[in-house]
């Protein structure tokens, strides 16, 4: 390149004499537009899911821990496409916390906006549910373009309490097909975090409570509660991996 702008300090395009210098910063201007859009297309869409609003009708406290319970389990839910990256929930509270942006209850969409632009993410999901005195579940969920700061995409799924794991797997799948991700969620990866079996809402139940007394420190109170969602529902595979990994750093 350096000896043909030596040799040739002009050159002809387009039926014009352009200085081969300019023709020279031109080629690596375009060359670094076209690095830009393959790096684009490499990244990964992003999505971050927020912890769920405790709409419940009757027994609300009893339902209190499923708000980050739900966060957890859509989120692996939704991970299973491995198109996307789907950022776990300790980086998400920790930005919330260190910004003052943690609120209890409904959030906001620009809260959530600012939290995805600081998380790097594109697609910030906020979840409500409610439950009804009959125990029909309704699980909704609001994604947020953080580039805007708008509601790009609502979604929701109702049915039985103790079907929530369907309920969740469907959401999911809803998610994905309504954000227009690329990808498609791994069969097997479904089948291994275990949306299925019996005794649902209360696997959900001792699952949420586990990760609660994780996240405060209360190790073995977490192994117990996650031995118990177990053995509500044996199938449940998230329960078993985050059992399997505190019992392996437990003392």
Not at 17 to 32: C, E, W
Not at 62 to 67: G, I, N, V
Request: aromatic fraction near 4%; glycine fraction near 8%; charged fraction near 20%.
């Amino acid at each position: 390149m350096f000896a043909t702008i030596l040799l040739r300090p002009l050159v002809r395009v387009a039926g014009r004499m352009i200085p081969t210098l300019f023709v020279a910063v031109a080629l690596v201007s375009d060359l670094g537009a076209q690095s830009s859009r393959l790096n684009a297309l490499e990244r990964k869409p992003t999505v971050a899911v927020m912890e769920f609003e405790n709409s419940a009708m009757v027994k609300r406290d009893e339902f209190a821990a499923l708000t980050s319970g739900f966060q957890v389990m859509l989120a692996n839910a939704i991970a299973t496409n491995s198109s996307i990256e789907v950022v776990e929930r300790q980086k998400i509270q920790a930005v919330l916390e260190e910004q003052n942006l943690a609120t209890a209850g409904r959030v906001e969409a620009g809260t959530a906006a600012k939290a995805g632009q600081l998380l790097g993410v594109r697609h910030m999901l906020m979840g409500s549910f409610t439950v009804a005195p009959n125990m029909v579940m309704r699980l909704s969920v609001r994604s947020v373009n953080t580039e805007s700061g708008r509601i790009e995409y609502t979604e929701e799924v109702t049915g039985k309490g103790d079907k929530i794991f369907s309920l969740i797997d469907r959401l999911a799948a809803r998610v994905n097909a309504g954000l227009k991700l690329p990808g498609i969620r791994d069969a097997k990866a479904v089948k291994e975090i275990g949306l299925s079996g019996p005794n649902q809402l209360e696997a959900a139940k001792a699952f949420a409570a586990a990760q609660r007394l994780e996240e405060k420190g209360d190790r073995k109170g977490a192994i117990a509660m996650y031995q118990k969602s177990l053995q509500l529902n044996g199938s449940f595979g998230m329960a078993r991996a985050s059992l399997a990994l505190l019992e392996r750093t437990t003392p």
